[in-house]
């Protein structure tokens, strides 16, 4: 199968000598070959940010309107590029067409942003400003649940700062951003954005080469610090989106019928498959069992299957590590005592198919409850008293986010905001938005993606002292 998707290098299309293939997770075959990026290759796409960079850095203006112009091109996508987002990541096709509109408005919202510079003091004998430089070329490193989003979230704060990027999707969802990078070829100059294609080798290739300032990487904890110890020998400057292990604590004085279904989606939605989805539920003693049920019967309501068929709601975890990751955690709880409420299995024996999997009956101590499980098997623990719930929600490493659930909103904020963690939501998971920072506590990462906050994150403070005389 000759690869018909090219890596796209100082502006051009390039085929790349060697190629390598990808598996639609709905089949378990191979679809596809992507080009498999070589040093050499990866040197010329360095080499080609590097060359760009100080024309590209001078402009604002004009790198807003470049970005302006990148949104407008996503909000009329190819044909083909939601489906291909589905057929290699396994999501269902009405929500490929959304993570696509996403990454337009994520985009466009970031090109608003400003970098203004700060004058401190503006006297008859100084001048003190704050200015925002960019920092060079930005190596950045995507995974594979939200390939598109994910990419945009790096690649239009880098270039609205003025940096040049070299962008690696995940092996195993490559397609939908080799073609982003083909989409934005004939709108962003040569050598500002170049993608590359590969595996974990060459993730590793560009943590350790000499030209980027700054990696951008979203990915696992374990990846992180392999990138954080690579950053480390000449200091790149790094942002690490890393995993969650987010707790959802429901508090006594819910309504079960309104927030059975919402904690269902936090946790479920992308089949698991998110960061900050919810991966375990603290619920009253009193309320444990009704809950359980509640949530099994959504979980058996939903409609699993290949995300082209019309109506599928769920689709297949993205691949067989991961696939056999889910089996492994779900196994061992059953070892441990679990009730499985819901699913518990795969489903046919094509693909990834993993049934939505309710787990009772275990607790803190449980595989399953203590690491990120990164899939559709949710573990619901009782609790006694709140303050218990919250020291166990965060006796974890992780700290990405997580959730109360209250009729009373503001008691809701008041334990919200005991939890370690960088998002802390009441009565909704998953309030992500364009305008506010994302980013982990503890091992859930190292600074900050989205907003103002952000874009600062692509950029070195400069102090202009100006002694006038
Ligand atoms: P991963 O860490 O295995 O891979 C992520 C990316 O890093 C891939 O492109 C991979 O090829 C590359 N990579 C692998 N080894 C590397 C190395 N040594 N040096 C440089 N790059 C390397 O993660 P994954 O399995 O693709 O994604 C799932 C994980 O990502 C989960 O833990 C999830 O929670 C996390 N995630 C975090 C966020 C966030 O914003 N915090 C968002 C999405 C996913």
């Known amino acids: 199968m000759a690869t018909s998707y090219t890596m796209t290098i100082d502006g051009k299309a390039v085929k790349g000598s060697k190629s390598t293939g990808v598996i639609n997770p709905a089949s378990g075959k191979v679809f596809a070959e992507v080009p498999d990026c070589t040093k050499a290759e990866l040197d010329q796409a360095m080499e080609s940010a590097q060359r760009a960079f100080p024309a590209w850095s001078r402009d604002l203006a004009a790198r807003r309107k470049v970005l302006n112009d990148c949104a407008a091109a996503l909000q009329t996508p190819p044909e083909g590029l939601a489906r291909t987002l589905t057929m290699e990541q396994g999501?269902?096709?009405?929500?490929?067409?959304?993570?696509?509109?996403?990454?337009?408005?994520?985009?466009?919202?970031?090109?608003?942003?400003?970098?203004?510079?700060?004058?401190?003091?503006?006297?008859?004998?100084?001048?003190?400003?704050?200015?925002?430089?960019?920092?060079?070329?930005?190596?950045?490193?995507?995974?594979?649940?939200?390939?598109?989003?994910?990419?945009?979230?790096?690649?239009?704060?880098?270039?609205?700062?003025?940096?040049?990027?070299?962008?690696?999707?995940?092996?195993?969802?490559?397609?939908?951003?080799?073609?982003?990078?083909?989409?934005?070829?004939?709108?962003?100059?040569?050598?500002?954005?170049?993608?590359?294609?590969?595996?974990?080798?060459?993730?590793?290739?560009?943590?350790?080469?000499?030209?980027?300032?700054?990696?951008?990487?979203?990915?696992?904890?374990?990846?992180?610090?392999?990138?954080?110890?690579?950053?480390?020998p000449d200091l790149k400057r790094i942002t690490l989106e890393l995993g969650g292990n987010d707790a959802a604590i429901v508090l006594s004085d819910v309504d079960l019928a309104d927030v059975a279904p919402k904690i269902f989606w936090g946790a479920f939605e992308n089949s698991g498959q998110i960061c900050s989805a919810i991966k375990r539920v603290y619920v009253p003693e009193q309320m444990y069992e009704p809950m359980l049920a509640r949530l099994g019967d959504l979980a058996r309501s939903v409609k699993v299957g290949n995300g082209l068929d019309a109506g599928t709601e769920l689709g297949p975890i993205n691949n067989k590590p991961q696939f056999e990751r889910v089996t492994e955690l779900v196994d061992d709880a059953k070892k441990h005592g679990a009730k499985i409420v819901s699913g518990g299995s795969r489903i046919g024996t094509e693909g990834y198919f993993f049934a939505p999997t309710i787990v009772g009956g275990i607790s803190d101590g449980v595989r399953l409850v203590d690491e990120e499980q990164f899939g559709p098997a949710l573990p619901i623990i009782p609790y006694k008293d709140v303050d218990d719930a919250i020291r166990r929600a965060n006796s974890t490493t992780y700290g990405l986010s997580g959730s109360v659930w209250s009729k009373d909103a503001e008691r809701g904020a008041e334990v919200a905001q005991q939890l370690e963690c960088g998002s802390a939501w009441v009565n909704q998971h998953l309030a992500i938005a364009p305008n506010l920072p994302f980013g982990g506590a503890k091992w859930s990462g190292i600074g900050v993606e989205n907003g103002p906050w952000g874009l600062l994150g692509f950029t070195e403070i400069q102090v202009v002292n100006v002694l006038k005389n």
């Not at 970031?110 to 070329?137: C, F, H, M, W, Y």
């Not at 239009?156 to 982003?180: D, R």
Request: aromatic residues 4%; contains cysteine; hydrophobic residues 45%.
């Open 91 to 232: 999501k269902p096709l009405d929500k490929a067409g959304q993570e696509i509109m996403g990454t337009a408005m994520w985009c466009g919202y970031t090109a608003s942003l400003d970098l203004p510079t700060e004058v401190l003091q503006n006297t008859d004998t100084n001048r003190i400003e704050i200015r925002r430089k960019p920092v060079g070329v930005v190596a950045a490193i995507t995974p594979w649940n939200y390939p598109l989003m994910l990419a945009m979230w790096k690649i239009a704060p880098a270039l609205l700062a003025g940096n040049t990027v070299v962008l690696k999707p995940s092996p195993y969802t490559p397609i939908s951003t080799l073609m982003l990078g083909e989409i934005l070829r004939d709108i962003i100059p040569p050598g500002v954005l170049n993608v590359v294609s590969g595996g974990d080798a060459l993730g590793a290739m560009m943590t350790s080469h000499p030209v980027p300032r700054k990696i951008s990487f979203t990915g696992s904890v374990a990846t992180g610090k392999r990138v954080a110890a690579a950053a480390a």
